[in-house]
């Protein structure tokens, strides 16, 4: 039997993520890591961003589940 392995893309690599590049409110999703892993997740109302080597994540006018987050991986 043949030994499928997943795509590069898709395997678990460890990392950590600096938050080194600054990035204006509603522009943090969809970037890269200085090592390269996307940043996903979601921001309905465009407040994460980066700053100063920090994730900010400003509290949100409705709140509500499902409205802000980040996640890394294969999602």
């Not at 043949?2 to 969809?30: H, Y």
């Not at 465009?46 to 994540?57: H, P, Q, S, T």
């Amino acid at each position: 039997m043949q030994q499928l392995t997943p795509p590069e893309n898709l395997v678990n690599k460890s990392f950590t993520d600096t938050f080194s590049d600054n990035c204006c409110a509603g522009k943090t999703i969809g970037t890269k890591t200085p090592s390269g892993a996307v940043r996903k997740g979601i921001d309905v109302e465009k407040l994460i961003g980066i700053d100063n080597g920090a994730l900010r994540l400003q509290p949100l006018l409705k709140p509500a589940w499902g409205r802000q987050g980040i996640a890394y991986g294969p999602y």
